[in-house]
């Protein structure tokens, strides 16, 4: 049980570009989802808190119109980096929130390239 | 305010032998604490979790770790190292249980023969 998906596991877009990436729990319910960056051999930057059917709460210094986070139903949340540039390069991770509030359940990633 | 720190980037164990991995937090009210996996390429796999229970926590694959309040420390032990030990580790932090967790910087285990 518990698992999360994404999709897809690696992109590569032209700068100038919007990317989607999907993230879903396959067999639960998920009212918060989490995105999280990861640049290389760095950890993990928490980019904005999800919740079904209301806004994205984004972390500072993260650009809310740049990463568009959509969670319209309990399963599957997304995320669009809007006119993508080289420095969006990243590796981009979701976890979905469990039963406690402290649990999540990560997602495999989602490597972008953006040239 | 919530923090972790993982002393050494890099650790480098031959199989069979010990494997420690160090984490301190810092937090304003009672921690839960977490131990990732993570192999190249991948998302985090949990491997423990301390939430206010047991001190000595066991997980998957043979690791354990103990929550020490006084030495604000959560490290992560395995008595014999495999070579499928081999990946980047991730201690975590969440406030009172709450859902938001900080990632310490990670350390890279290395096992070699």
């Known amino acids: 049980g518990a698992v999360v998906s994404q999709h897809p596991s690696r992109v590569i877009c032209k700068s100038g570009t919007s990317v989607k990436i999907e993230c879903r729990s396959l067999d639960f319910q998920a009212t918060t989802m989490f995105w999280y960056r990861q640049f290389p051999k760095q950890s993990l930057m928490l980019m904005a808190t999800?919740?079904?059917?209301?806004?994205?709460?984004?972390e500072q210094g993260v650009e809310k119109d740049k990463f568009l986070i959509n969670h319209a139903s309990l399963t599957l949340s997304t995320l669009t980096v809007t006119s993508a540039h080289p420095e969006d390069s990243s590796f981009y991770i979701c976890?979905?929130?469990?039963?406690?509030?402290?649990?999540?359940?990560f997602g495999p990633g989602t490597r972008l390239t953006v040239t | 305010a919530q923090s972790v720190t993982q002393l050494g980037s890099h650790v480098s164990v031959s199989e069979g032998a010990l494997v420690l991995l160090r984490c301190n937090y810092s937090s304003s009210v009672p921690p839960y604490l977490f131990w990732y996996v993570q192999y190249p390429n991948q998302g985090l796999q949990l491997l423990l979790k301390?939430?206010?229970?047991?001190?000595l926590v066991k997980g998957i694959n043979g690791f354990e770790a103990e929550f020490k309040k006084s030495e604000t420390s959560f490290h992560l032990t395995k008595p014999s190292a495999h070579m499928s030990d081999a990946a980047e580790y991730f201690c975590?932090?969440?406030?009172?249980?709450?859902?938001?967790?900080?990632f310490g910087t990670g350390t890279q285990l290395k096992v070699e023969l």
């Open positions: 999800s919740n079904e059917g209301s806004k994205a709460t984004y």
């Open positions: 976890s979905a929130g469990g039963r406690h509030s402290y649990e999540q359940y």
């Open positions: 301390y939430t206010s229970a047991a001190t």
């Open positions: 975590a932090v969440s406030e009172g249980g709450g859902n938001k967790l900080t």
